[in-house]
């Protein structure tokens, strides 16, 4: 198994090293996906971004 990130702010990418440094997992940008071999599994990490309306909750 393999890490693919997505990182806009840096946050993904420190999280994506982290996560490989504990499990030893290669670890990959999103960029770099041709590298990965067509049997490997896949773990994707990406940002998230949400917004929230005071009116939501009322």
Request: net charge positive; hydrophobic share 40%; glycine share 6%.
């Amino acid at each position: 198994m393999v890490i693919v990130y997505e990182s806009k702010t840096g946050f993904t990418k420190k999280y994506a090293d982290m996560l490989a440094a504990k499990t030893g997992m290669k670890i990959y940008n999103v960029k770099e996906i041709s590298k990965i071999g067509k049997q490997e599994e896949i773990t994707f990490r990406t940002f998230h971004f949400s917004t929230c309306e005071a009116d939501v909750f009322h």
